[in-house]
């Protein structure tokens, strides 16, 4: 699989020719004490903290909401046109690089990373949402087949290829600027196209890392908010213990401890052995709510809601709140365009670091395809399954939202057998995501402080992860699940531009990057030499005519002989 031109020999994939830089002792005290301050702001006055982020958001919402839409729109475009084009041959690496982890392995970490908790909270609860109460374009019947449609619909969308197409731009984008051209593995390497060398490794680069900080510890604080509810809920269900604050606290301490624990064994021991073991429980939670659930109903669900997102894709990637509707836009799309955003650095770094030695063709398409067709397989079982026994009157599924979006898991397994055997997998597996997306983030964002390191220091990865469970517990306090989403969106904006012009960074080096091999032959190209051509062949015939034209013309030929002459010589 190799390219068909090389790789310059001045540009060796890093790893091979340089150790790992110390920490950036002013990044990460800029970061911390910022982090620090937003934690003691929620902590101490959570009531003024509440307000002022509400005020914020709405007005993020008012006149920010297209960004958040045109740009998920652009990103994924961009992947689709990578992985076609003729820079698809480009490895990420040298040419002789081969990859380092099976795609078995690849993927589970990808997925784990990605969006696990996010699966296990929304599954469910989303499209189950949404056939309670539609979505508020059409008029479509709560409780309907067309409701179900539209649920699957809209779940595909939020949770398929724009949110990977995001995930994809940033890494690759980092795993090229970190093994192809051999610069640190981190965002601010991606913008030297732009900045300059000087630039990326000075205080512009830094700000832009730090973004990027800020980005990672408040959209992974949703992530770790979101499993804090649901085992505490599924503790409440199960265990029959009071649901309170202290309980969703007390569950973020302990998880964050086995964090710790996990982080001082590695990216190949801990976070691999734990994504490969949450792959696992998922496929056979999922394989137990398929057999035992309606089978039939979803073998027809999935061919039936795959088909209407793709006929609607462009209408749901095109619409915003020109026409009204931006508060429910707001909790939902730009919700999801937020978070995923957020959790870019963190997820594309993490990525791109797992993912040496592949093809820019093979990355986009296992970043994009593989983990959309099985969230769509999940979605269809889960929220399907939920859904079809409402409609059946098997079991008041809709009756389980009045417990939260978290109780609906819960609900789901209680109505089928072994409930009790099926909630307690299910808390193990948010347990296990939990900690694999605490572990996975606060490596990145050792790596975002410390110059780019392959393998930051272990003190600084558990330091960063302390600090976002912190984040975590405070956003809880500060306005339970409406204060992760508020916190998500507002940290999100401004790391939007820095990933359209990390876009563009990005496309300047592939341009010249000779791995690609030569541009194709445009229509354009022909035609522009028919017209050269039919000039020359004029001006051959108006030199015949004209005594001076044609003695200028033998005098050109001769000086351009006499240079070629030269030349030769």
Known sequence: MSTDVTTPPQEPAPQHQREDPPPDAKVIAVGVVAVLAVVAWAAIGTDHFSSVSTTALDWVLENFGWLFSLAANLFLVLCAVLAVSRFGRIRLGRDTDEPEFGNLAWIAMMFSAGMGIGLMFYGVGEPLTYYTDPPPFGNIESGSGAAERTALEYSFFHWTLHPWAIYGVAGLALAYATFRKGRGNRISSVFVPLLGERGASGWPGRAIDLLAVFATVFGTATSLGLGALQVAKGLNLTAGWEDTRELELTVIVVLSAAFVASAFTGLHRGIKWLSNLNVVLAALLMLFVFLLGPTVFILDAIPAGLGAYLQDLVTLSSRTGAFGNKEWLGAWTIFYWAWWLSWAPFVGTFIARISRGRTIREFLAGVLLVPSGA????????????????????????????????????????????GTVTSVIAMILVMTYFITSADSASLVMGSLTSGGALHPRNWLVVTWGVLMAAVAAVLLLAGGLDGLKTGTILVALPFTLVMIALCWALLKELRADPGAGPPRHHPLHGMRDAVRAMVGEAIGEQTTRHPRLRRAAESATRDKGGEGGSDTR
Do not use: H, N
Request: with cysteine.
């Open 375 to 418: 969230t769509i397989v999940w979605f269809c079982v889960m929220g399907g399954s939920a859904m079809r026994l409402d409609a059946t009157g098997e079991a008041d599924m809709a009756g389980k939202l009045e417990g939260g979006v978290e109780a609906s898991l819960f609900g789901l397994l209680d109505a089928l057998p072994l």
